[in-house]
């Protein structure tokens, strides 16, 4: 930016100038004679910028306007994603160039699909309380649809189930194609269901080769997490900037049981088959199990044991469970077996708990639960927590209870008790519990599962006590971690 300042001076031409009294007179010399140079400067300077103005003609109508506002937030993620390749292993300087692209078909992806048909499918998310499972499954499979042709992939219809809200979504592998499944009862509003296919729509273009593999498992789920966090905001940024309204955060999900829909149902059906018997080819690999016991009154109630599978980092699927053999009747101290499960015979009637847990496993468990991967950790870290926990059980703090004590929770149990909160004996049941609680998972109740709660009640009114006497959460559940024998703290 440059600054000046000129006068125009008075011009006499060419010609005899005659001036009397030139005594008095100013020096001839500084008349200007030259007409066609009649204006001088005084002085001229600059302060070292430069500005140009410019209006862009965009502002003057709405679409323009839009449209500035989708190139900022173009900008705004090709910045996000520079610095990503710096900060992020799952990136990295060498996946650069190939992270920008994936961040702007991303965009692309939220921009078809929440556009499409005048916004009807994000619509639907977005008021999930007044749509029907039918219309929720019609915008899940949309989305996928939308994530093939971006990607150049195939993906099979996605299918919306109906489970435990500990799952929220996964991703089933197949020789040419892949399926996103997106679970309705873990996922509360329109950002929940965005990430969630944004992460498996992520792990699909990864295994057909559009985005290229990271060296490890951890970084391929580190990779389509960091995905999830543009997919949220993509789709808070689209869907206000095409003047659809606010995106609601809260829970507007209407939770779908079982019989609300046959097509959910079906969808349901097929995942828990896919998550148990190919197991390898869905991304959760940590799965709690139940089997029958039947104890001497001919009661049948239902014994848990865990198994971490296809473990990608080289080490052996594990197999773990406790027992009270030897104790069952007096009650006492138990034992904790855990072994490789390809080492492991599978013998429904072996007195061996691992044996017998196994041949359940391969033919006749009751119910199985797959754990999801809790935030901020990877797979791998999540498996060995969980066997972590799985050793070190106290089992000297934890003894096992009569068989009268065992008969009476089973008492209590039938006639409608959650698995006994109220309780304070251990056993099997309670230990599988606390091991995938204490690990960071999240586990249902399952049905018939004798003392799986025990303790909760009273670890409840703890908490409230804690909190009455300014004892921090945290300080109460690493005590309770520590008497339990397991870890104080999640590393």
Request: hydrophobic share 30%; charged share 25%.
């Amino acid at each position: 930016m440059g600054y000046s300042r000129s006068k125009t001076l008075a011009t006499v031409g060419e010609g005899t100038l005659h001036v009397k009294d030139t005594e008095n007179s100013d020096d001839l010399e500084r008349l200007n004679r030259d007409t066609s140079k009649v204006n001088k400067e005084l002085y001229s300077g600059s302060v070292g910028t430069s500005v140009e103005a410019t209006l862009d003609h965009r502002l003057l109508t709405e679409d323009g306007r839009k449209q500035i506002a989708e190139d900022v937030k173009k900008a705004s993620n090709a910045f996000s994603a520079m610095g990503d390749a710096i900060t992020k292993d799952e990136v990295g300087l060498k996946n650069f160039f190939e992270h920008q692209g994936v961040v702007d078909t991303n965009y692309e992806v939220m921009k078809q699909f929440i556009q499409a048909e005048d916004g009807k499918y994000a619509k639907i998310w977005n008021d999930q309380a007044n749509a029907t499972p039918e219309q929720i499954q019609e915008a899940t499979n949309a989305f996928s649809k939308v994530i093939a042709y971006q990607y150049n992939i195939s993906l099979d219809e996605a299918k919306l189930i109906a489970t435990d809200s500990f799952i929220k979504g996964a991703n089933y592998n197949q020789p040419t194609t892949n399926t996103i499944v997106i679970n309705a009862n873990g996922n509360n509003n329109a950002l929940d269901y965005a990430e969630t296919g944004t992460h498996e729509g992520t792990h699909a273009a990864m295994n057909q080769g559009a985005i290229s593999n990271r060296e490890t498992s951890e970084l391929n789920e580190a990779y389509a997490r960091l995905m999830e966090g543009y997919g949220n905001k993509d789709f808070v940024f689209v869907y206000t900037n095409a003047g659809y309204g606010e995106v609601k955060t809260d829970n507007v999900n209407k939770p779908i049981a079982q019989g609300d829909s046959a097509i959910i149902d079906r969808n349901t059906d097929w995942f828990i088959d896919k998550a148990i018997n190919d197991p390898k080819n869905v991304d959760y690999r940590v799965v709690v199990y139940s089997r029958p016991v039947v104890n001497s009154l001919g009661i049948t109630m239902n014994h848990l044991f865990g198994v971490v599978d296809q473990r990608e980092n080289g080490e052996p699927s594990k197999i773990f469970s406790l027992s009270g053999n030897g104790v069952m009747i007096d009650g006492g101290t138990p034992t904790i077996y855990m072994g490789d499960l390809a080492n492991v015979n599978a013998d429904k009637n072996s007195k061996n708990t691992l044996e017998k847990d196994k041949g359940y496993l391969v033919d006749g468990f009751k119910e199985a639960q797959v754990i999801q991967v809790p935030k901020g950790i990877s797979q791998t870290e999540f498996d060995n927590i969980v066997l972590e926990n799985a050793k070190s059980y106290n089992i000297l703090t934890n003894q096992y209870p009569t068989i009268s004590q065992t008969i009476n929770a089973a008492i209590d149990v039938l006639f409608g008790s959650n698995n006994n909160p109220s309780s304070e004996y251990r056993n099997s049941n309670t230990y599988i519990d606390n091991v995938i609680e204490q690990s960071g998972g999240q586990i249902k109740d399952f049905e018939n599962a004798i003392l799986q709660n025990s303790g909760e009640t009273s670890e409840k009114n703890a908490k409230e006590t804690a909190k009455k006497l300014n004892i921090s959460n945290e300080q109460l559940e690493k005590e309770i971690k520590q008497y339990q024998g397991l870890m104080g703290e999640l590393k």
